[in-house]
């Protein structure tokens, strides 16, 4: 079992960054990949970034390619992702996830474990 909490989310203007937090509790956090994932108001769950268990391969959304970068410190249990260039499309709940198994890094049904989830609000 893995507990994952998001924090650092918040409401700022386009063009701003904000960083989020994932603090990991339970088992052993490096065991597994980790994903960002978000929803906006009545659509789906998307996926967003996704960092391997070593943190030396990375994935991301097109859409957030090059605006966003996924980050892990296995010594504080703690995933990142930084946000830059904020921009009102990314108003959304994030979520932070955790994979037990290689799989499709952008699959939801490949995650094993989901934190709560922490509001961004981007305002134009």
């Known amino acids: 079992q893995v507990q994952l909490v998001e924090s650092g989310g918040g409401l700022v203007q386009a063009g701003d960054s904000l960083r989020l937090s994932c603090a990991a509790s339970?088992?052993?956090?490096?065991?597994?990949?980790m994903g960002w994932f978000r929803q906006a108001p009545g659509k789906e769950r998307e996926f967003v970034a996704h960092?391997?268990?070593?943190?030396?391969?990375?994935y991301y959304a097109d859409s957030v390619k090059g605006r966003f970068t996924i980050s892990r410190d296995n010594a504080k249990n703690t995933l990142y992702l930084q946000m830059n260039n904020l921009k009102p499309e990314d108003t959304a709940v994030y979520y932070c996830?955790?994979?037990?198994?290689?799989?499709?890094?952008?699959?939801?049904?490949?995650?094993?474990?989901w934190g709560q989830g922490t509001q961004v609000t981007v305002s134009s």
């Open positions: 996830a955790a994979q037990r198994y290689s799989g499709s890094y952008s699959d939801i049904s490949q995650y094993n474990y």
């Open positions: 339970g088992r052993t956090f490096s065991a597994y990949n």
């Open positions: 960092i391997s268990w070593s943190g030396r391969t990375t």
